[in-house]
């Protein structure tokens, strides 16, 4: 599980990955070939720290060909020193490593009924990784920030033509926003590592955004322009999708899809497990929350008459993953049960028992019914 990928980190490599750890790990599910869009097989978690060849991978376009030398990343608009820095300035200003989670904004479509529009992840459009770069705080200062900044724009490399509803006007890049306090929060990094390697050209290689507590659209990849703003951005990317209805004065408005919502996941058993009766079984799994640290996980084996807390197996902290695990004893009685689980962040906020139908097809947190057989 802990074998990492070294080839050159092209698409078919990736798909290809089991080849090179047979009998440890089986390769990513693909859930779309071009652009390439994979998923994690969340029941083989068993590491704190996801590796680079088992990170998930969301595209909307083509892969960029890009080299670290003609590579340059362009800091403009309401500042007050515009400028451009290439690969080898970047890394040498000071770096930071910070430990996050990322988990796309539409993980767990899968499990929704009725069946809903975009790609059908199921559990693993999440990982966990140590990224290292330049805090983004770092470069904002250097700029300059004019007093009536109040956004600040990454826009990558990657680019292109969206033909379904809703369609974009003609050739697009990806590009998000991100709130002026949170572009300077010091763990807001421009990375170029992942796990203490280069990045692969599928993570964003050669350089990306990496914004802890956010979900993952807003970790823009292969980033080549900063753009400081005096209004809130309203791109494609940040009002037509990766939006959802908010209702502040009772007007429903789209708002971006912006922080990660506390949720728990099971791992093992996977999905349909058989399991043989009268056994201790270790149920695992992983939770996580945003800005919060986890504060509790706990777990129904009742479909949800009574709860118990599991034991976390690492550290909560905020932006990343906490791993959990609870011994079953597992009935006598061959059946079929609907194992649940829920985490608690240390702010209060909780799983829900349904999705909010204003989150369309985002941020789906509820509670799952995972079916397991005991026989």
């Given at each position: 599980m802990n074998k990492q990928y070294q080839g050159s980190e092209t698409s078919t490599e990736i798909?290809?990955?089991?080849?090179?750890t047979q009998g440890s790990f089986p390769g990513l599910?693909?859930?779309?070939?071009?652009?390439?869009?994979?998923?994690?097989?969340?029941p083989m978690l068993d590491d704190f720290i996801t590796p680079d060849n088992q990170f998930f991978v969301r595209t909307h376009f083509p892969v960029p060909d890009i080299s670290s030398k003609d590579w340059k990343l362009t800091i403009t608009g309401e500042i007050e020193n515009e400028f451009s820095i290439n690969y080898h300035e970047l890394k040498m200003l000071p770096s930071k490593t910070v430990v996050a989670t990322l988990e796309c904004a539409g993980n767990g479509r899968a499990n929704m009924v009725p069946k809903m529009k975009g790609l059908l992840w199921e559990q693993g459009a999440v990982g966990n990784a140590k990224w290292t770069g330049v805090p983004l705080s770092v470069?904002?200062?250097k700029a300059g920030i004019k007093s009536d900044a109040v956004e600040v724009i990454l826009e990558g490399a990657d680019k292109g033509a969206i033909t379904e509803e809703p369609k974009s006007p003609g050739e697009?890049?990806?590009?998000?926003?991100?709130?002026?306090?949170?572009?300077?929060?010091?763990?807001?990094?421009?990375?170029?590592q992942m796990n203490g390697k280069d990045l692969t050209p599928i993570h964003g290689y050669p350089v990306r955004a990496i914004v802890p507590g956010w979900y993952g659209m807003a970790s823009v990849k292969w980033l080549i322009k900063i753009i400081v703003v005096n209004k809130p951005f309203d791109g494609y990317w940040q009002t037509l999708e990766y939006a959802y209805w908010s209702r502040p004065d009772g007007h429903p408005s789209l708002k971006p899809v912006s922080e990660v919502q506390v949720k728990?996941?099971?791992?093992?058993?996977?999905?349909?497990?058989?399991?043989?009766?009268?056994?201790t079984y270790t149920i695992t799994g992983a939770a996580w929350s945003g800005e919060k640290a986890i504060e509790k996980v706990e777990i129904s084996i009742n479909e949800g008459k009574s709860w118990e807390v599991?034991?976390?197996?690492?550290?909560?902290?905020?932006?990343?993953?906490?791993?959990?695990?609870?011994?079953?004893?597992?009935?006598?009685?061959?059946?079929k049960y609907k194992l649940m689980v829920k985490a608690t962040d240390c702010?209060?906020?909780?799983?829900?028992s349904e999705h909010d139908a204003d989150r369309r097809t985002y941020m789906i947190n509820k509670i799952i019914k995972h079916e397991v057989e005991v026989q």
């Amino acid at each position: 599980m802990n074998k990492q990928y070294q080839g050159s980190e092209t698409s078919t490599e990736i798909e290809n990955v089991s080849k090179s750890t047979q009998g440890s790990f089986p390769g990513l599910i693909i859930r779309e070939k071009e652009p390439a869009n994979y998923e994690y097989p969340f029941p083989m978690l068993d590491d704190f720290i996801t590796p680079d060849n088992q990170f998930f991978v969301r595209t909307h376009f083509p892969v960029p060909d890009i080299s670290s030398k003609d590579w340059k990343l362009t800091i403009t608009g309401e500042i007050e020193n515009e400028f451009s820095i290439n690969y080898h300035e970047l890394k040498m200003l000071p770096s930071k490593t910070v430990v996050a989670t990322l988990e796309c904004a539409g993980n767990g479509r899968a499990n929704m009924v009725p069946k809903m529009k975009g790609l059908l992840w199921e559990q693993g459009a999440v990982g966990n990784a140590k990224w290292t770069g330049v805090p983004l705080s770092v470069l904002l200062k250097k700029a300059g920030i004019k007093s009536d900044a109040v956004e600040v724009i990454l826009e990558g490399a990657d680019k292109g033509a969206i033909t379904e509803e809703p369609k974009s006007p003609g050739e697009i890049h990806f590009a998000r926003s991100l709130t002026l306090t949170k572009a300077l929060q010091e763990e807001v990094l421009i990375a170029y590592q992942m796990n203490g390697k280069d990045l692969t050209p599928i993570h964003g290689y050669p350089v990306r955004a990496i914004v802890p507590g956010w979900y993952g659209m807003a970790s823009v990849k292969w980033l080549i322009k900063i753009i400081v703003v005096n209004k809130p951005f309203d791109g494609y990317w940040q009002t037509l999708e990766y939006a959802y209805w908010s209702r502040p004065d009772g007007h429903p408005s789209l708002k971006p899809v912006s922080e990660v919502q506390v949720k728990a996941q099971i791992a093992r058993p996977a999905l349909s497990e058989l399991i043989e009766k009268g056994t201790t079984y270790t149920i695992t799994g992983a939770a996580w929350s945003g800005e919060k640290a986890i504060e509790k996980v706990e777990i129904s084996i009742n479909e949800g008459k009574s709860w118990e807390v599991v034991d976390l197996t690492s550290q909560p902290m905020p932006h990343s993953w906490v791993l959990w695990e609870y011994n079953w004893q597992v009935p006598i009685k061959q059946s079929k049960y609907k194992l649940m689980v829920k985490a608690t962040d240390c702010a209060g906020n909780t799983q829900p028992s349904e999705h909010d139908a204003d989150r369309r097809t985002y941020m789906i947190n509820k509670i799952i019914k995972h079916e397991v057989e005991v026989q």
